[in-house]
T-cell receptor
């Protein structure tokens, strides 16, 4: 089955610790995205990557870091510099072409709670 | 203010039609999307419309786009209890592949 997987589903972290969220896709998509969702709010873009070994900051990149060493994988690290990291994190991917509808497909999400 | 706005809540009776509205501000939007999110889950793409279209129909879903007023709507015919969820509209601007999401409309379907 083709799709996007995120792990773990639930993650607990102590204050001051870094934590890495996994996102893998087997859709052969070039572009991948990380969003943050807070209760009762829409999605805000953290980082995105249009192609392997390249990524750009989104609207709320401070306190986060990413890497894109493989096409299939786009891990997100929430660092201790992120002031309020408790949220639901969603990963998405898309074909990446500007000429097409380029709809984004989402993973099931990781809920991060800082204790 | 928000670039993409939606009303917060919609209550509808089972079997009736639901209409979820969305307004956006960027006239360069190329594609507009509707997503559905069930509790604790990711977003599921429902449908999308290209900016040079006025309407798109897909089974029970009808999307209407008024580009002059920058208004997008999603109509769900014969609403079922399984349609209870949060619905997000999103716009894609001409500059790239990023999406800007609205805050979501929570739809509650009453039996």
């Amino acid at each position: 089955d083709g799709g996007i997987t995120q792990s773990p589903k639930y993650l607990f972290r102590k204050e001051g610790q870094n934590v890495t969220l996994s996102c893998e896709q087997n859709l052969n998509h070039d572009a991948m995205y990380w969003y943050r969702q807070d209760p009762g709010q829409g999605l805000r873009l953290i980082y995105y990557s249009q192609i392997v070994n390249d990524f750009q900051k989104g609207d709320i990149a401070e306190g986060y870091s990413v890497s894109r060493e493989k096409k299939e994988s786009f891990p997100l690290t929430v660092t201790s510099a992120q002031k309020n990291p408790t949220a639901f994190y969603l990963c998405a991917s898309s074909i990446g072409s500007r000429e097409r509808s380029n709809e984004q497909f989402f993973g099931p999400g990781t809920r991060l709670t800082v204790l | 203010g928000e670039d993409v706005e939606q009303s917060l809540f919609l209550s509808v009776r089972e079997g009736d039609s639901s209409v979820i509205n969305c307004t956006y501000t960027d006239s360069s939007s190329t594609y507009l999307y509707w997503y559905k999110q069930e509790p604790g889950a990711g977003l599921q793409l429902l449908t999308y419309i290209f900016s040079n279209m006025d309407m798109k129909q897909d089974q029970r879903l009808t999307v209407l786009l008024n580009k002059k007023d920058k208004h997008l709507s999603l109509r769900i015919a014969d609403t079922q209890t399984g349609d209870s969820a949060i619905y997000f509209c999103a716009e894609r601007r001409a500059a790239g592949n990023k999406l800007t999401f609205g805050g979501g409309t929570r739809v509650l379907v009453k039996p």
